[in-house]
């Protein structure tokens, strides 16, 4: 048996005495401590409450969801990036201060608490609505839980509700297309801080991110011809039947074609020149009909 | 005090010392180890390591079969313990295995993409599981996303695949219930791929974002009041270490994974091409098996079922089971179904 690494993130005692105290907090509100019949309607309020700020919490390892805003600035949550609130000019240096990006920085930082405080809101919709629905889900008004299989009973009611809120409205295009947006606001500061950087490491006469990456695609294609001329036969040893094999073929055309050098000096060219060739455009052969192949028999 | 009052608090008196407990278990637990059937090294490239993993019985199946596992998750999933391993029940029912592992990406292989991983990593230990076998073509089992590199495989090199298997494989990536999907619709793959190699713990963020009070809260309280023994407690820290433990990923494959497949659904819309040629899963006439989980969160069921209707083979065999995602590898239920329709269906087509 073997154990390999683990994720920065596996604590599972820590997360187990979190959820406690969540349940804990939780039963209290239900008014499990005090063993009174509880006015479950007056509950809406604290629930949502709790609720929105455990999913703020929550989607701490979500870099751009700024849940970090109020309580870890600089590096989020030990993965090694940048918060909204590290971004900004670099501290040192001739370039840091007076860069021409900086104006694009601080309108990308405004930008992403523009989206967290629009993010933050479908967090309290969520909560107001989980609120809600338990409270309907619940009826008639029982009396506290008494025991912890009854505590556990309004538990799963409660995530079920809270769920199906969450659910309802994470579904939806305006919340998919504002984690985008956060996701590529985010982004675009890293990389406009990169660029920063690269302004900064090229005045001291270093290596820059892109010219390291320009020798990291040259090598990777020196790989590849190596690993495929490794894979070749001999010539004498090539017949007629070995190259009847339409794989081994299609890859020495492969190899042959898309492999030649001048490809190679224009990818480092590109990769210098720290542009990102466009997404290809989608072909209409795309649009094939799913129906043109249903019905087909099947053994 | 009321007797009511007086009840909720030695219950909940109770509920503290059992969680006392159950910290200290889990603290005991921290260390379980994983993966449990011997395998031993056989082929390298780059971080992707190849596997086989030793017999515990005689062969009973001619062809060997080869796992390719997700690139976002660790493989050792599949054997996490001697009463939850796939790849155990298989090599009971004599199959030949050999795993793909693909290791931790560092920085340096931030511009390895989807077509070295399908062409040189895959294809790679395809090609050496062949020449170990007398050069005939192999079985494949591809797993979640490495289902997705298994079917371009499996179009792109017709002969080196004598039958397909497909567990939890997203094919159309547009459907309604996919949520991951619509998240990233409108990523900048561009500019995400410009920041370098995405940390596994981000990826591990967005999963659980996808039903959170579910994932990140729910089965602990659950452990709160199921007064678990040691052995409940060390299965619930393998499956905790197993979902943590996720490797980072190279920001050329994941862009491109992401833009071609959530973003642009080439593999439906028939419009992908990998090493200069069209991979298109028409083209793909080997036996195929399709197993999918029917709760699936991450990969829904629609998303794996419509791979019956775009493939090329008469022979497609779609079977869904009832679990979810990761259940889909280690629940009792899908590991008293999934190993033997996999040997079963294998053994018909041997």
């Given at each position: 048996m073997h154990t390999p690494g683990t994720g920065t993130s596996f604590k599972p005692e820590e997360a187990y005495a979190a959820a406690a105290e969540r349940f804990f907090e939780l039963m209290k509100t239900f008014g499990m401590t005090a063993g009174m019949t509880t006015d479950w309607k007056a509950l809406a309020a604290p629930l949502a409450a709790q609720f929105e700020r455990w999913l703020q919490m929550s989607q701490?390892?979500?870099?751009?969801?700024?849940?970090?805003?109020?309580?870890?600035?600089?590096?989020l949550f030990g993965l090694g990036m940048p918060g909204a609130a590290a971004?900004?000019?670099?501290?040192?240096?001739?370039?840091?201060?007076?860069?021409?990006?900086m104006p694009r920085t601080f309108e990308l930082l405004g930008r992403l608490g523009q989206l967290q405080g629009e993010l933050a809101k479908h967090w309290s919709e969520i909560a107001a609505t989980a609120a809600q629905r338990f409270i309907a889900k619940l009826g008639t008004a029982p009396t506290a839980p008494a025991s912890p299989q009854q505590a556990l009973k309004l538990y799963e009611l409660w995530v079920s509700c809270a769920e199906e809120a969450y659910a309802h409205t994470v579904h939806r295009q305006d919340f998919a297309r504002l984690q985008a947006e956060l996701a590529n606001t985010w982004a675009a500061l890293i990389a406009e801080q990169r660029q920063q950087a690269e302004t900064l490491v090229r005045s001291f006469g270093l290596p820059t991110r892109t010219e390291v990456d320009a020798l990291y695609t040259q090598l990777k294609e020196l790989r590849r011809q190596l690993a495929e001329l490794g894979r070749e036969p001999p010539a004498s040893q090539v017949s007629a039947t070995d190259m009847g094999s339409r794989d081994a073929e299609q890859e020495r055309q492969h190899a042959a074609g898309k492999r030649s050098a001048a490809g190679m000096r224009s990818a480092v060219k590109r990769g210098a020149a720290g542009k990102r060739s466009a997404a290809p455009k989608r072909s209409?052969?795309?649009?094939?009909?799913a129906r043109t192949r249903a019905g087909r028999p099947r053994r | 005090m009321t007797a009511a009052a007086a009840a909720s608090g030695a219950a909940l008196a109770d509920l503290t010392l059992q969680i006392g407990e159950t910290l200290t278990r889990l603290q005991a637990a921290r260390e379980v180890s994983v993966g449990c059937s011997p395998k031993e090294r056989v082929w390298s490239y780059g971080k992707t390591t190849l596997y086989r993993y030793l017999p515990l019985?005689?062969?009973?199946?001619?062809l060997p079969l080869l796992i390719c596992f997700a690139?976002?998750?660790?493989?050792y999933v599949l054997d996490l313990q001697p009463d939850r391993s796939l790849v155990r029940r298989l090599l009971e029912a004599g199959l030949d295995i050999y795993l793909i592992d693909w290791g931790d990406p560092e920085?340096?292989?931030?511009?390895?993409d989807l077509e070295d991983y399908i062409e040189e990593h895959l294809g790679g230990s395809v090609r050496y599981v062949r020449t170990q076998c007398g050069g005939g073509p192999v079985n494949l089992l591809g797993v979640c996303q490495g289902g997705v590199l298994s079917l371009c495989y499996t179009a792109l090199h017709?002969?080196?695949?004598?039958n397909l298997v497909t567990l939890?494989?997203?094919?159309?990536?547009?459907?309604?219930?996919?949520l991951l999907s619509k998240w990233v619709r409108e990523m900048d793959t561009a500019l995400i791929e410009r920041c370098g190699n995405v940390p596994g713990e981000l990826l591990n963020g967005l999963f659980l974002s996808l039903m959170p009070l579910r994932l990140a809260q729910q089965k602990y309280v659950r452990l709160l009041t199921s007064r678990p023994d040691r052995r409940a407690i060390e299965d619930f820290v393998r499956m905790e270490k197993w979902i943590f433990d996720s490797p980072p990923q190279n920001a050329a494959a994941l862009a491109q994974f992401v833009r071609w497949?959530?973003?642009?659904?080439?593999l439906v819309r028939d419009t992908l091409s990998i090493a200069g040629r069209r991979a298109r899963?028409?083209?793909?006439?080997q036996p195929l098996l399709n197993l999918y989980a029917?709760?699936?969160?991450?990969?829904p069921a629609s998303a794996s079922l419509a791979l019956g209707e775009y493939i090329?083979?008469?022979d497609y065999t779609g079977c869904g089971i009832a679990t979810g995602h990761i259940g889909m590898y280690v629940s009792r239920a899908s590991g008293a179904q999934v190993p033997d329709r996999i040997a079963s269906w294998l053994a018909e087509r041997s």
């Open positions: 701490g390892a979500v870099p751009w969801s700024g849940a970090a805003a109020g309580g870890t600035p600089g590096s971004f900004g000019p670099l501290p040192v240096g001739p370039a840091a201060v007076q860069g021409a990006e209409t052969a795309g649009k094939r009909s | 019985t005689v062969k009973r199946n001619s690139l976002v998750n660790r493989p920085d340096a292989d931030r511009h390895t017709q002969d080196a695949v004598a939890t494989t997203p094919v159309d990536f547009h459907t309604p219930e996919n497949f959530y973003q642009e659904n080439r899963l028409g083209e793909i006439r029917l709760e699936d969160h991450i990969v090329g083979s008469r």
